[in-house]
């Protein structure tokens, strides 16, 4: 593809390398944009070189004007936000945002292998090399729906290769967050690729986004083994009734254990179809099978060194006082407007915040009250910190929460809650049921909301 640098806007420079002087471009001082690598409507992605560590990066330039026009400005920055929350080793990794008054540049992960497409449309691929992509993008899926995120476009497509011929999910401009679903718990937007969508996005029902990404993993896991779609036909209508009725047939290579895992993906009923974890459990699948870092639950905490320490720690606690909040960090954290800069900010605290008129010391008594009604064990940190550990077992361990509280001023305190270790969603279970009605008489006002009712000492 010819090469094409970037619109040069006021805070790019030209720059004439030393490889036959070719002009290129300096964005934000920080990289290089070199070789133009795909474009879309409303972006153009770029090779680049991140000056200070020569990394190669990709970068995705996208037309604000352009966005803004078509009114997806808010499916862009969904995108962004999925990309942020979805760090796994077979995610495509996203660095950093930036913006100019014309244009987002978000910076990527550069996977040069290529699409897993490019690979299959060379020929079908033999299974063990089949099951090994496949195990990686369960891997990522499972990760993406733990964090409450369907992508509704697997294809592959959006498959990406890196140098170790490792998986990488990419392109989440299609996913979907908790948000988005409506009253009756369930997506309602028909959106992805015919041949790889589930017969129920195609209804006019809703449908769970989770168990439609399962059936795609199944048509992408048919189409590594036998090199064509299981649903196909020149007629379009034609097609859709094949995959209404899970019509398909499998070519006579199938080996009996991909033929019967693929049938429990490809089933018409969704709620009759194998779930990830129903996956995960197939001898198939387990062969060679190995868990990313991502997913390694953390060891239990020794309990009696916690006592110990947290015994020593109360004594520093108690004549000690709590750590002052930047009142510039303060105002940016409780502002409820999308701020492209603050939101990507590599220091950017994840978690839950709100603003009290109560001591700091009565605000922990509150803290330690309700980690003993919700059966948590509680370990003190210096300079008012509280870990909250959970006893049972959840899908990813036990859950652990940090609440730390901050002085603003001397009638006004700043308390954020983050998650340690465990499920996130099960983290936010926990905010809404429980932490929020439990301190509702100590907030003033939680992040992105007004002010309400306040607690007087």
Not at 87 to 97: A, F, L, Q, S, T
Not at 353 to 364: D, E, K, Q
């Given at each position: ?299 239990p905490i020794d309990q009696e060194k916690l006592t110990e320490q947290s015994k020593e720690l109360e004594l520093v606690r108690s004549k000690s006082s709590p750590p002052f909040y930047n009142a510039f960090e303060f105002i940016s954290s409780m502002s409820s407007g999308f701020d492209l800069s603050n939101l990507f900010e590599n220091r950017t605290k ?70 340690s270790a465990g499920d996130t969603l099960e983290y936010r279970k926990l905010c809404e049921e429980d932490i929020r009605p439990a301190l509702k008489d100590m907030v003033w006002s939680w992040q992105g909301e007004s002010c309400g009712c306040a607690c007087q000492d």
């Open positions: 593809m010819e090469e094409q640098p970037a619109n040069h806007s006021p805070q790019e420079t030209h720059h004439s390398p030393c490889n036959g002087g070719d002009p290129r471009s300096i964005i934000f001082g920080k990289y290089e944009m070199g070789r133009l690598l795909g474009k879309g409507t409303f972006a153009k992605v770029y090779h680049a070189r991140n000056l200070k560590t020569s990394e190669s990066v990709a970068i995705k330039v996208i037309s604000k004007d352009l966005v803004k026009k078509e009114g997806l400005m808010e499916q862009i920055t969904r995108e962004i936000s999925v990309m942020r929350l979805v760090r796994h080793p077979n995610v495509v990794d996203i660095k950093e945002v930036m913006a100019t008054k014309q244009k987002i540049f978000v910076v990527m992960e550069y996977v040069k292998g290529g699409e897993l497409f490019a690979k299959v449309a060379r020929g079908r691929l033999k299974e063990q090399a089949a099951r090994k992509y496949f195990q990686q993008l369960i891997s990522a899926v499972d990760f993406c729906h733990s964090r409450g995120v369907s992508h509704r476009d697997l294809k592959p497509e959006n498959l990406l290769l890196d140098d170790d011929e490792n998986l990488k999910v990419s392109d989440f401009g299609l996913s979907a967050l908790p948000e988005q679903l409506r009253n009756d718990g369930l997506l309602h937007t028909r959106c992805g690729t015919p041949a790889y969508v589930a017969p129920e996005v195609l209804r006019k029902k809703g449908y769970d986004g989770a168990k439609a990404d399962i059936w795609s993993c199944g048509v992408i896991l048919y189409v590594l083994l036998a090199g064509f779609l299981p649903f196909q036909d020149e007629n379009v209508m034609k097609m859709y009734t094949k995959i209404f009725k899970a019509e398909f047939e499998f070519p006579p290579w199938f080996s009996h254990e991909a033929k019967r895992l693929i049938s429990r993906l490809l089933v018409a009923d969704p709620e009759r179809r194998i779930t990830i974890q129903g996956i995960m459990r197939v001898p198939w699948f387990c062969k060679g099978f190995t868990r990313s870092a991502t997913f390694t639950i953390q060891e994840s978690g839950s915040l709100f603003t009290s008129r109560c001591s700091a010391s009565s605000i922990m008594g509150k803290l330690e009250s309700l980690a003993k009604k919700l059966n948590f064990r509680t370990v003190w940190s210096k300079d008012y910190k509280l870990r909250m550990q959970g006893v049972s077992e959840g899908r990813k361990g036990k859950l652990s929460v940090t609440a730390e509280v901050y002085e603003v001023a001397p009638e006004v305190a700043v308390v954020e809650f983050s998650k």
